[in-house]
Structures are given as structure tokens and as C-alpha cells.
């Protein structure tokens, strides 16, 4: 593919169709602005060739029409001095020379389109890039708000993730408080049973110290009465 070929194809180029249908937009919007600058430089060159080769023709035309003057001054020259044959040689290099004068205008009519041509095709083509760079601005612009947005759907991913395990550790903890106060209701029953039992301790351990206390006072009432049953009958013994 040509030069001209390349740049008609990227001055053409439906840039949105393209980015649509590339597997990587921004690889691709690089890429495309690689080749227009790559094809500016070229194409700004041939430009400068193609005004160079009409500014050319232009002095070649006015050359050509200079000498197609002086010829035909000479050859008035010449009739006047009467050398007819000499003014009829110079007549004829006169009309050569208005032949190249015609076939240099119609090289300079052609090198002139295609001089315009190409000024044109140079600033479509400029145009065409300027597009795509914003192009590309546009996307890396879209890039980093995705990833922006990414970044913060995962946060708040995390930030769910993290509530949920905080939910079901409070979960466990009440689970567990409600256990301890289990636990708690248990052991002041428990306290309670002791100290139950410790008071009904004490009342039957007091009972049987009233008991004790009162088989030693029976007992000793039954001294008592023996020891005087034993007074008496000596008492008596003794009348």
C-alpha cells in the first residue's frame, strides 16, 4: 500500500467503529495515532515536494514564454533584414517552444491539484489525529473512572464482607453472654442449695446439742435423786 493509499485509509477511518470493534480500544487508539503521525511526516514531505515540482513549472513556463518572445523578436529581425528563411527557422523553434509553454501548463495544472490535494489530505489528516488524541484522553479518562469505580465496589465489598463477620461475632457473643448468664443462673442456685443446706446443717446440729445438754441434765437429776436415795438410807442405819 502506497503512501497515498495509507493516508485516503486514515483520513477515512471511522475511529468510533474501530475502538468499537478492537479487543483493546486503548492499544488500538496508540496504535492508530502512531501511524497518522508517521503519516504526516510523509505526507508533509511529498506536500513540499509536490509545491516545490508546481513553483518548478511556473519559472519553466515563464522561461518558455521568455524564449518564445525572443524568438519571434529575431525572427522579425530577420524579415526585416530580408532573410525570410532565417525568420521562417526561428518562427518554427517559436512554436516548439509555445508546444513545451502548453505541455508545461497542463504539468503545472496537474501538479497544482495535487499540490492542493495534498494540502488538503494534510490538514484532514491533522484533523483525523487531533480527533484520535482526544480520543484517547477520552478513554484513558473512562479507564481510570472504571477503575476508580472498581476500586471502590471492592472497598465497599470488603467494607460488607467485614460487617457481616462483625455481625456474626456479635452473634457469638450473645450467644455466649447468653450462655454465661446460663451459667450464672446455675452457680446462684447452686449458692443458694449451699447455703441451704449449711442452715438446715446448723439447725440439726443445734437439736442435737439441746439433746446432749438435756440426757446430761436427766442424768444428773438421776445422780442427784440416786445420791440422795443414798443419804437417806445411811441416815437411816445410823437411828
Known sequence: MNIFQRISKLIS???????????????????????????IIELR??????????KQLEKKIHMAKGHSGVLENKAALALEDGDEEFARTLLAKKLDADANVVSLENELHLAAELAEKMKADLAKLEDQVQSARRKKEELIRRKSAADAQMRTHQALQKSHEAMSTLAGSVTDIDNHTSAIESYKDKILQMEAEAEAAEELLKLETAGSEKDIELDKKVKQKAVDDELAKLKQKLSGNKS
Open 45 to 54: 514531505r511529498e506536500t513540499v515536494k509536490a509545491i516545490g515540482q508546481k
Open 13 to 39: 477511518a471511522n475511529i468510533n467503529h474501530m475502538l468499537d470493534a478492537a479487543e483493546d480500544p486503548e492499544v488500538m487508539i496508540k496504535q492508530l495515532i502512531r501511524e497518522m503521525e508517521e503519516s
